[in-house]
């Protein structure tokens, strides 16, 4: 089986072209060869992870491929740009009905990016984005942590985070040890949020470009 290249693409454009980005969101899903999978996401600032946290002026990029893969148009209207070259750890779930990221079973002692997606159930909507406050209060607090912000398909329903981790041990002491979120966790199956859903851990081979357009700080940038 030949070796997927994932690689997460996030550009910062100006507010002037918005409009130019959401007609690239609706008609520039065509096929391009060598690409097993793709999709083109708005973004959140990760505040609230709630309906009003879009950031019209970053979009974002996931393709699985068996070499690099560029964006031109995306690239000709964005004032910074960032590509993650990432190696896939763990993959549950599906995304739209597919299984897009095959882990390849190696360990990472480097950064780590955690990919969560999922379709909310319509009638689950307003408890789901009820929960996420007490959640993102200790993501906020959380040791290790590089980056992160929200992304979707569309503006309300089709949604996920991004988060970028120092190593493997800080993705895990949030994970499974902050209360709120593990109580998040356990009622997922009860309280039946998502009528799809995708969690994947990524080893981070390599960061091209700005990480600031990720939201990492001066500082954290030195450090890494």
């Not at 709630?50 to 491929?65: E, F, N």
Request: hydrophobic residues 45%; aromatic residues 10%; proline residues 8%.
């Amino acid at each position: 089986m030949p070796d997927d290249l994932v690689s997460l693409h996030v550009w910062r454009i100006p507010r002037r072209f918005v409009g130019s980005a959401m007609l690239r969101m609706a008609f520039g899903r065509r096929h391009r060869p060598g690409v097993r999978f793709a999709k083109f996401l708005g973004t959140g600032t990760g505040l609230t992870f709630g309906p009003g946290d879009s950031d019209l002026t970053r979009w974002a990029a996931i393709s699985v491929s068996d070499g690099p893969v560029r964006f031109p148009g995306w690239d000709a209207i964005a004032v910074a740009q960032v590509r993650l070259d990432l190696e896939p750890l763990v993959s549950r779930g599906k995304w739209s009905g597919r299984e897009p990221f095959r882990p390849t079973g190696a360990k990472s002692g480097g950064p780590i990016l955690a990919l969560t997606r999922a379709r909310l159930r319509p009638a689950r909507a307003l408890t789901f984005w009820n929960a996420i406050p007490p959640v993102v209060r200790e993501l906020d607090a959380a040791p290790g942590l590089l980056a992160r912000f929200g992304i979707g398909e569309a503006p309300i329903g089709w949604q996920g985070t991004v988060s970028v981790w120092r190593s493997a041990t800080d993705l895990t002491a949030f994970a499974y040890r902050q209360p709120e979120h593990r109580a998040a966790i356990a009622r997922t199956p009860v309280d039946r949020w998502y009528a799809e859903e995708l969690f994947a851990r990524f080893a981070v081979r390599q960061i091209s470009g700005d990480r600031s357009v990720l939201g990492w700080s001066a500082a954290e940038r030195e450090r890494t």
